[in-house]
């Protein structure tokens, strides 16, 4: 039984697999590098949230009325705006959790 799809792929310009730790991953580097106050981040992300869900919300409309043309798109946006707003609540769940652990602290 020949895997000629697993060679194809590398092949087509798909590398290989580097040592870990060597891969630098931009997003989460330039994080810890910003200056800016940890709720001006938060306010931003809060803010493509909402951008997001109003976008899935017209996206869902539009399906719903028989005007979409491309209902890859749109369930493309619906999973991207629940999984955004996963993390936001992911974050508001981390912040109580350390918020009441830091209360629990005797002095």
């Known amino acids: 039984m020949a ?5 194809a792929g590398i092949a087509s310009g798909i590398g290989p697999i580097g040592r870990p730790g060597s891969v630098e991953f931009a997003g989460i580097e330039s ?5 800016q106050p940890f709720s001006k981040m938060m306010n931003q992300m809060l803010g493509e949230v909402t951008q997001s869900q109003g976008k899935m919300d017209q996206d869902v409309t539009r399906m719903a009325t028989g005007e979409a043309e491309n209902v890859h798109e749109i369930v493309l946006n619906v999973a991207q705006a629940d999984l955004m707003f996963r993390l936001v ?3 508001r769940d981390k912040l109580i959790s350390s918020y009441q652990d830091v209360m629990r602290m005797q002095i």
């Open 89 to 91: 609540m992911e974050v």
């Open 3 to 7: 895997l000629s799809g697993i060679s």
């Open 31 to 35: 994080l810890g590098k910003t200056d």
